[in-house]
């Protein structure tokens, strides 16, 4: 069987090094390079290494071009800015390109969209297939408790993390959202302080948690008169996040050009 050649963008940083090692260990696959940004103290540093694996031959650069030439994917845990670059790469390279990325802003997502229609794109808030179960879950619920029930996504991660809510988080609110028929950007409330009044009626609440170590929790609470429901999920692990994206780019290599979703791979 041949070989499928990964680029990983953000390859030393901690998911980088988890998807380098998850390469490593699977033997139909191959690194066929590693990036990070031009300012990073890692450029011109074996991958392997810092992933825990014996050396790789290749040097972190920050040019994706040369690259190209040889590669069949991006499995890509970088930067917003970094990541809309090489969806437009992936676009004319015509190579498929997994996005795990949090932080996009609606600007971004477009021109993310725009890429997906040359090439494979596969973008995800999470890459675990609990977290995904867990967002087909919600969305059924949602579906079926309508907004006599209050919804509340509560996310905890690392003290390291930039972006709040979490990019999973704000999956589970559009799930929620598509449950209910509604549009997320209409319907959020975040950052509750002082005085707020009382709750909106169809509201999602979200709150973010931030300490330790903390790999990623999340909950969806649905709250109504003298009940609650909760559906948590708890990542012990960030190599599962390696392995589902591994998976999203076997998935997505030789599709037909299109936005996918960790949804579309894992059938649900």
Request: charge should be negative; aromatic fraction near 4%; proline fraction near 4%.
């Amino acid at each position: 069987m041949a070989e499928m050649r990964i680029i990983v963008a953000g390859a030393a940083g901690r998911m980088g090094r988890m998807v380098v090692r998850a390469i490593h260990e699977a033997s139909e696959l191959a690194l066929a390079g590693a990036l990070e940004r031009e300012d990073s103290p890692w450029l011109g540093h074996d991958p392997g290494p810092l992933a825990g694996c014996p050396a790789s031959g290749l040097a972190i650069v920050a040019d994706p071009l040369p690259l190209l030439l040889n590669a069949d994917a991006i499995i890509d845990f970088s930067s917003p800015a970094a990541t809309i670059e090489l969806a437009g790469l992936a676009a004319q390279a015509r190579i498929a390109d997994v996005i795990g990325t949090t932080g996009l802003a609606e600007e971004d997502l477009e021109k993310i969209d725009a890429a997906a229609r040359h090439a494979p794109i596969v973008r995800s808030g999470n890459m675990s297939l609990g977290v995904n179960l867990l967002a087909a879950l919600t969305r059924r619920a949602a579906a079926a408790l309508g907004d006599e029930f209050d919804v509340e996504i509560i996310e905890m991660h690392h003290r390291m993390k930039v972006d709040a809510p979490s990019g999973t988080a704000l999956m589970l609110g559009e799930a929620a959202a598509a449950g209910r028929g509604v549009s997320l950007k209409n319907h959020s409330a975040r950052g509750r302080d002082g005085l707020t009044g009382a709750r909106r009626k169809g509201d999602i609440g979200f709150a973010s948690l931030r300490g330790g170590t903390v790999v990623g929790d999340h909950s969806v609470v649905f709250a109504g008169e003298g009940e609650r429901i909760a559906l948590t999920h708890h990542a012990e692990d960030r190599a599962l996040f390696a392995y589902g994206a591994l998976k999203a780019a076997r998935w997505a290599q030789n599709r037909k050009p299109g936005l996918y979703s960790m949804a579309d791979v894992l059938g649900l």
